[in-house]
């Protein structure tokens, strides 16, 4: 393992005032939001609306890091140009995702664990030769009367380290992602209650493994009350309780944290980052890993003029650079 790139590599995709864009979804995910839009749910669309994304001008002035699929680190714009070869040249990380999606946990309804590590070490080598600097694998937690549980948790804990002692030994940066689902009708106190527990089984066994923790980035969700309780909560609030519980269950030690916006709306994802980076000093850096909170409008105004990139293009700019305020604390409402 070599740590110093490891350190280097997280140096350049937490630099402020930039953030990650997670361009990850999957094809199944993709092809769901461009139904919903009208969009024809084939390989050239898609390839057509993520070089609308990766070819965006100006966009590495607020993002330092692409989270790409499989599909989308092989392909290239419509004259040939690689992908990978446009986010170098504007000196922009190339991140994938590896894992493979989630499975029931047997015997546990309504919880899941994550699928892909049957081979990873090879797909890491060759996502590395493809330009991979860091890997991103999430894991889910749904919040009810009798989720998560001790098992669930556990469980996900031990496949998230095994994956990033595997990116690790690549050279490659994990981004490891416990996120708590948005979904259900628990309170904020007991999404607090179940991040920092499962915060605090995940750390202990990346540090009982030797995970080099230095180089690694927590990609986190933020503590709210389920979605369907429709509260109305103030961004303060939502600031005051995550970074709480990060502080006392994040090592200081770590690469940094990204948050998730998991199905927050596009506005509350900003102003709620902007609010944690108002409390003053924190441990670890701390910015953003946003895929709809960004691309909400992106899609939606491509989804209806394919033709008028540039107007697409410059709501992706403006959606990137009020997360970039938002990543030092200066966006305004």
């Known amino acids: 393992m070599d740590e110093t790139a490891l350190i280097q590599t997280v140096a350049r995709l937490l630099m402020a005032p930039k953030g990650l864009l997670a361009a990850d979804e999957s094809i199944k995910s993709c092809n769901a939001r461009f139904e919903k839009l009208g969009v024809p749910t084939t390989e050239e669309k898609r390839r057509e609306y993520r070089e609308l994304l990766i070819d965006t001008p100006g966009i590495e002035e607020f993002i330092s890091g692409y989270i790409l699929v499989d599909e989308t680190i092989h ?89 990033a002692l595997n990116c690790q030994a690549e050279g490659i940066v994990p981004i490891v992602e416990p996120e708590v689902l948005l979904d259900g009708e628990h309170t904020m106190e007991k999404c607090y209650e179940v991040t920092s527990h499962n915060l605090e089984i995940l750390f202990k066994e990346l540090a009982d493994k030797k995970v080099y923790l230095p180089g690694l980035i927590l990609k986190t969700s933020m503590v709210l009350p389920g979605k369907d309780m429709k509260l109305e909560v103030y961004p303060s609030e939502v600031a005051k309780m995550t970074v709480k519980c990060l502080k006392e269950k994040v090592p200081d030690v770590i690469g940094g944290i990204v948050l998730l916006s998991g199905g927050q709306p596009d506005e509350d994802a900003t102003v709620r980052l902007n609010a944690m980076h108002q409390l003053g000093p924190l441990p670890w850096a701390l910015t953003f890993s946003y895929s709809r909170a960004i691309q909400n409008k992106v899609l939606a105004s491509w989804a209806k003029d394919p033709a008028d990139v540039a107007l697409a293009r410059s709501l992706f700019l403006a959606a990137a650079k009020n997360d970039s305020l938002a990543s030092v604390g200066e966006y305004k409402v």
């Open 75 to 163: 392909e290239a714009k419509a004259d040939g140009t690689k992908f990978t070869d446009i986010l170098k040249g504007k000196g922009i990380e190339i991140g994938i995702k590896v894992d493979e999606g989630l499975i029931d946990l047997i015997d546990h309804p309504g919880e899941k664990i994550t699928q892909g590590l049957d081979g990873l070490s090879d797909r890491l080598k060759e996502y590395k030769k493809l330009g991979a600097t860091f890997a991103k694998w999430r894991a889910v937690y749904s919040i009810s009367e009798n989720t998560p549980s001790e098992l669930c948790m556990k469980a996900n804990a031990e496949i998230l380290t095994k994956y």
